[in-house]
């Protein structure tokens, strides 16, 4: 009877189906490459893209980013990289589990959370793609940075836009932070959404967007209308400057009117992220309103 027992409790301890799956387990893990050396030379990715961190790596990934190859933690698999993993099985895209040291050394300071990706470059637009932009929607905003070099605050600008549902955000191609691994982490996965227009001549392009019936504002914290007091509601962009500097006078000037936000402290500005984030959620209340009051016609 006892031994009956500890027969029974061991057949508890292994039922039939464990034997499979651990076999399946030890399967996925011979077919996943390791690299043993945490060492091996990173010379070779200085000139490529690397995405950083699960929301980056899944996002560019679900929106079918070209993946050259994926380093995963070892022994992780929890969460979102089982379908990160998944993902890349799908699209072919070589795994290969690597020590946390060598992630250290590829995400420098940013946060990996165990996995890291090598990408293409993501493709960005010209000035000559935004009427297209435009005119697929019935009343688009762009946010327009002047000169933001924080790739943190270029991230999270992507970010409020990828919320607030903007047709795209421009950038200047020289004097401002490019679309790098930091940027893509600080945007949460939104690059690899929202539409990026990269162009020569700031002001410029600026004239080219009023021609195209956008009315244009800038940030600026000597204007006297708040931000609140302006219609959001049609075509519009919101030029955004650099903090400390600000909004170059030659940009400024090409904007149709100034609106402020209301500093009541002792800062005399917000970071450039928070004023676009503020700016844009007044721009979709307005616009949710103005949608519920036309439902009642």
Same mark, same amino acid.
């Given at each position: ?161 990828? !919320?607030?549902? =903007? #047709? %795209? +955000?421009?950038?200047? @191609?020289?004097?401002?932070?490019? /679309? ?91 970071? !450039?992220?928070? =004023? #676009? %984030? +503020?700016?844009?959620? @007044?721009?979709?209340?307005?616009? /949710? ?9």
């Amino acid at each position: 009877m006892g031994r009956e027992r500890r027969d029974n409790h061991k057949r508890r301890k292994n039922p039939s189906g464990s034997n499979s799956y651990n076999r399946r387990r030890d399967e996925d893990r011979r077919a996943m490459p390791r690299l043993a050396d945490d060492r091996q030379p990173l010379e070779d990715l200085e000139d490529t893209p690397v995405l950083v961190g699960r929301h980056p790596v899944l996002e560019a990934l679900r929106a079918e980013r070209a993946i050259t190859r994926l380093w995963l933690q070892e022994g992780l698999k929890e969460g979102s990289l089982r379908e990160i993993v998944s993902l890349c099985r799908e699209r072919h895209v070589p795994v290969t589990e690597v020590p946390k040291a060598f992630l250290d050394r590829l995400g420098g300071e940013l946060p990996h959370q165990g996995v890291a990706a090598q990408v293409a470059l993501k493709p960005t637009l010209s000035l000559d793609d935004l009427p297209e932009i435009i005119q697929a929607l019935p009343t688009p905003m762009l946010y327009i940075l002047d000169g933001i070099q924080d790739p943190h605050n270029v991230g999270a600008i992507l970010r409020t836009a990828d !919320a607030t549902g =903007a #047709a %795209a +955000v421009v950038i200047p @191609e020289r004097g401002a932070a490019g /679309l790098t691994a930091v940027v893509a982490k600080a945007s949460a996965g939104a690059m690899e959404y929202v539409p990026v227009v990269r162009v020569t001549n700031l002001s410029q392009a600026i004239d080219k967007i009023k021609q195209m019936g956008v009315f244009v504002y800038a940030a600026d914290p000597e204007a006297t209308a708040l931000y609140t007091e302006v219609d959001w509601t049609g075509p519009v962009a919101v030029i955004i400057g650099a903090e400390g500097r600000g909004i170059r006078p030659l940009v400024k000037r090409r904007a149709d009117g100034l609106i402020k936000l209301p500093m009541l402290g002792h800062v005399s500005s917000l970071n !450039a992220s928070n =004023a #676009a %984030a +503020v700016i844009g959620f @007044e721009a979709v209340r307005q616009r /949710l309103r103005k949608k519920s009051l036309l439902t009642r016609i």
